[in-house]
Structure formats: structure tokens, C-alpha cells
């Protein structure tokens, strides 16, 4: 099984993206889908997921309210759209499934050890 994402590019700040993570051969009512970024120079930092149990999206406080995280149960395809784009969001983005204890549960604070899989990055530049 593999998770494909894509969607990155270069955007001026304050533009939009948005990325997309096909998993086909995932059962979505099993693992939560969520997004990570690595910024150069940078450890990997959990962004967002959604939950598989109940839907719930969770953010990183830093890009609360401009970006949103959503699922085509039909394509098996996460979406993250993202918004007010700022230089500080400029990372290699990967999209990665967990089981939904890391994504709604108090298992999110260590999400990255949670990983059962992990997409291909994609990057996303911000810059003017």
C-alpha cells in the first residue's frame, strides 16, 4: 500500500495550495490520514489529520484557520488545502497514515511515532 502525494509548488506569500494525498488500499475507517512538514534544517512537524473514528480535524496551532484538512471517501483522497501561505510554511509536506489513537486521541502530541506509512514529500515554496 502506498500513500501519493502531490500538489506542491511555488506560491508568493499569502497565496493558496492545495495538496493531495491518494490512498488507495487504505481503509479510511481504520487509519487516520494526516500531514507532516520538514523544513530545511528542521525536525518533521506534525500539521494536521483527520480522524477516522469521528471525522474531527485537528490543526498545529500555527496554521489554525488557514488551513484545512479534508477527505473524497469515493477517490480515497485527503486533502489539505492551505491557505494565507507565509514563508515560515515553506516545507518538504508528506502525507502519512497512523491508527486513530495519534490523530484523536492524546496520541497526537506523538504522532510521528505513530506512522505506519508515509507518503512521498512534496514540496511547497514560499516566496515572492
Known amino acids: 500500500v502506498q500513500l501519493q502525494a502531490s500538489g506542491g509548488g511555488l506560491v508568493q506569500p499569502g497565496g493558496s495550495l492545495r495538496l493531495s494525498c491518494a490512498a488507495p488500499?487504505?481503509?479510511?475507517?481504520?487509519?487516520?490520514i494526516g500531514w507532516f512538514r520538514q523544513a530545511s534544517g528542521n525536525e518533521r512537524e506534525w500539521v494536521s489529520c483527520l480522524s477516522s473514528t469521528d471525522g474531527s480535524t485537528h490543526y498545529v496551532d500555527s496554521v489554525k484557520g488557514r488551513f484545512t484538512i479534508s477527505r473524497d471517501n469515493a477517490e480515497k483522497t485527503i486533502y489539505l488545502q492551505m491557505n494565507s501561505l507565509k514563508p515560515e510554511d515553506m516545507a518538504v509536506y508528506y502525507c502519512?497514515?497512523?491508527?486513530?489513537?495519534?490523530?484523536?486521541?492524546?496520541?497526537?502530541?506523538?504522532?510521528?511515532?505513530?506512522?505506519?506509512?508515509w507518503g512521498k514529500g512534496t514540496l511547497v515554496t514560499v516566496s515572492s
Open positions: 488500499g487504505f481503509n479510511l475507517d481504520f487509519y487516520a
Open positions: 502519512a497514515a497512523t491508527p486513530d489513537y495519534y490523530c484523536n486521541g492524546p496520541g497526537r502530541t506523538t504522532a510521528y511515532y505513530g506512522v505506519d506509512y
